[in-house]
């Protein structure tokens, strides 16, 4: 069993920065790759981010290209999603989840643990 804790959501200023944080704990952290979901209201989650733990290949949604930038550090077991520019479309539940597959998938049904997310919001 792998849990995931997201933190560092909060309100911003469009324009803003906004660093969201995912702490992987258990006995052991056997998922191949972590992404971050969003989930806005009435709309469907969506994937905004993903970066495979061996080799720290990172995939991102259109929407969030050169605004967005994933990480991580596997001392610490976090994920990060640095968040610049942000805009209003950017409001929502942000959720880490992590996979046991090797490729990055952008279908939430595709992960194995999930965060309990953690709320952005961003003004206009």
């Known amino acids: 069993q792998v849990q995931l804790v997201e933190s560092g959501g909060g309100l911003v200023q469009a324009g803003g920065s906004l660093r969201l944080s995912c702490t992987a704990s258990?006995?052991?952290?056997?998922?191949?790759?972590t992404g971050w979901f969003r989930q806005a209201p009435g709309k469907e989650r969506e994937f905004v981010a993903g970066?495979?733990?061996?080799?720290?290949?990172?995939r991102y949604a259109d929407s969030v290209k050169g605004r967005f930038t994933i990480s991580r550090d596997n001392a610490k077991n976090t994920v990060y999603l640095q968040m610049n520019g942000v805009k209003p479309e950017d409001t929502g539940v942000y959720y880490c989840?992590?996979?046991?597959?090797?490729?990055?998938?952008?279908?939430?049904?595709?992960?194995?643990?999930w965060g309990q997310g953690t709320q952005v919001t961003v003004s206009s």
């Open positions: 989840a992590a996979s046991r597959s090797f490729a990055i998938n952008t279908y939430a049904n595709t992960y194995d643990y």
């Open positions: 258990g006995r052991t952290f056997s998922s191949y790759l």
């Open positions: 970066i495979r733990r061996t080799d720290f290949t990172t």
